[in-house]
């Protein structure tokens, strides 16, 4: 059994891995980041301890496009996969044989645990445990119930391949098997990797008080009914997050007990944008857009020893930049077979610069498409072309194509450059969902267009 005093000495310890990611949160749904009708005083001391970011992304507005990516490092658009934006119930998951973050470090001798969502294929072809986890207990869906555990009336809560079922609150759940693997983890004496990946606050719109509003929807056949579009309130809203922010508190209590905070690294973040009642300030758009505001996401880093406590970074980061920088901390590399799209970001963990890069995006609904170089973003949407300075004007509305033309080809032939280095938009493939009319309001088109 691994005691306190042995954990403290053991030499050129590789870091441990805790991987926490919230569903649907908005870039400024934590009051670290200034949400200022509710707290989340566990999440900010992570931000006090660490580094907070202010210019980090998704690689998708939806979640499982998203997942793709940072399970893989590499743009979602090179899989099948990564076109379903969000994936549907075809027979489409992430291939068992390919490498991902979780597999390469069990190779490399870590534990390796998935508590919370997976979301990227279903069971017999895909799963957590066919793609490098060696446990996992949580749900295989985009989104179930927080009491009930089902969507749909279709029960959806597994402990490795075998479906269990546990009376609770699922954000509590969550936390709670985390506490039991990080207990697991010590005990095994050896490295891990702890994927925390919370539903917190995805709908349906329930926080723990709101069993009423679970028994209002049980049973129900129709999805779009249970997505609970005459659902929710932003004090529900609010109770989600600050039940997941105690949650995160309970599981980094725990990392203290066990002394194993000294030599872990933690992450907290988003997979997209916010939902209906998140806050996005400074930015406009959410979840299914590529303005700002759907992919623009909260990104925290305590790594004692090597991250600087109480810093915020400026580097623009993006959610598969995590499988390299993981492995690299891990002393493991990538498989040569598969380049990562992704880069190591631990000279902005050390307070340093990134090299200037080109990030992209595209999305099916009204043939979006999006790419940030420098302060400049290009972005295409509703039939509408723009080039803005997000930084200077993180609402998007200035548009200065015609300012600086020269500028705006290049950014838009640099996207379809390598655009055609990505697999061809399915016609087929499941694509979310969009409020046409706040899009119209944004842009002065018609919700038709």
């Given at each position: 059994m691994l005691t306190r005093r042995s954990a403290a000495a053991a030499p050129a310890q590789r870091p441990n891995i805790l991987f926490i990611m919230a569903d649907d949160?908005?870039?400024?749904?934590?009051?670290?980041?200034?949400?200022?009708?509710?707290?989340?005083?566990?999440?900010?001391?992570?931000?006090?301890?660490?580094?907070?970011?202010?210019?980090?992304?998704?690689?998708?507005?939806?979640?499982?496009?998203?997942?793709?990516?940072?399970?893989?490092g590499r743009y979602q658009y090179r899989l099948p996969a990564g076109l379903e934006e969000p994936i549907s119930n075809r027979d489409v998951g992430l291939p068992p044989s390919l490498p991902t973050l979780p597999s390469l470090l069990r190779d490399a001798g870590y534990e390796t645990a998935l508590v919370g969502k997976w979301h990227l294929g279903p069971l017999p072809k895909f799963g957590p445990l066919q793609s490098g986890y060696r446990h996992f207990w949580g749900y295989r869906g985009g989104a179930?119930?927080?009491?009930?555990?089902?969507?749909?009336?279709?029960?959806?809560?597994?402990?490795?391949?075998?479906?269990?079922?546990?009376?609770?609150?699922?954000?509590?759940?969550?936390?709670?098997?985390?506490?039991?693997?990080l207990g697991d983890f010590a005990r095994a004496q050896k490295p891990f990797l702890l994927s925390l990946h919370f539903s917190a606050p995805h709908w349906p719109w329930e926080g723990?008080?709101?069993?009423?509003?679970?028994?209002?929807?049980?049973?129900?056949?129709?999805?779009?009914v249970f997505m609970d579009y005459d659902g929710g309130s932003q004090a529900i809203y609010a109770a989600m997050v600050e039940r997941m922010d105690q949650q995160v508190g309970h599981v980094l209590d725990t990392l203290d007990r066990l002394d194993l905070a000294d030599n872990t690294i933690?992450?907290?973040?988003?997979?997209?944008?916010?939902?209906?009642?998140?806050?996005?300030?400074?930015?406009?758009?959410?979840?299914?857009?590529?303005?700002?505001?759907?992919?623009?996401?909260?990104?925290?880093?305590?790594?004692?020893?090597?991250?600087?406590?109480?810093?915020?970074?400026?580097?623009?980061?993006?959610?598969?930049?995590?499988?390299?920088?993981f492995l690299a901390a891990a002393g493991t590399r990538p498989d040569s077979r598969y380049p990562l799209d992704g880069t190591d970001i631990s000279p902005a963990l050390a307070g340093g610069r990134l090299p200037e890069r080109t990030l992209y995006w595209r999305y099916k609904h009204l043939a979006q498409r999006a790419c940030r170089r420098g302060d400049w973003k290009y972005l295409k949407i509703a039939g509408n072309e723009f080039l803005f300075d997000v930084v200077a004007?993180?609402?998007?509305?200035?548009?200065?194509?015609?300012?600086?033309?020269?500028?705006?080809?290049?950014?838009?032939?640099?996207?379809?450059?390598?655009?055609?280095?990505?697999?061809?938009?399915?016609?087929a493939s499941n694509s979310g969902g969009f409020d046409a009319s706040e899009l119209a309001d944004h842009f002065g088109v018609s919700p038709d267009d």
């Open positions: 949160l908005g870039y400024a749904d934590l009051s670290c980041y200034g949400r200022p009708d509710f707290r989340t005083p566990n999440i900010d001391k992570l931000a006090e301890q660490g580094m907070r970011f202010t210019q980090a992304y998704a690689s998708s507005a939806v979640c499982s496009a998203t997942r793709t990516a940072l399970i893989t179930v119930d927080y009491f009930t555990h089902a969507l749909a009336g279709r029960a959806d809560l597994w402990d490795g391949d075998t479906p269990v079922h546990e009376v609770g609150y699922l954000t509590d759940l969550l936390g709670a098997h985390a506490v039991t693997a723990p008080g709101n069993k009423a509003e679970s028994d209002r929807i049980a049973g129900e056949k129709d999805v779009h933690v992450v907290f973040t988003s997979d997209n944008g916010g939902e209906r009642f998140a806050d996005t300030w400074p930015f406009t758009g959410r979840k299914t857009e590529l303005l700002e505001g759907g992919i623009r996401i909260p990104a925290i880093v305590r790594w004692p020893g090597h991250v600087r406590p109480g810093t915020t970074s400026e580097a623009q980061i993006i959610s598969m930049d995590w499988m390299p920088t004007d993180p609402l998007e509305r200035a548009n200065l194509k015609a300012r600086e033309p020269q500028r705006f080809a290049e950014l838009k032939n640099a996207w379809q450059t390598w655009n055609a280095t990505m697999l061809p938009l399915d016609p």
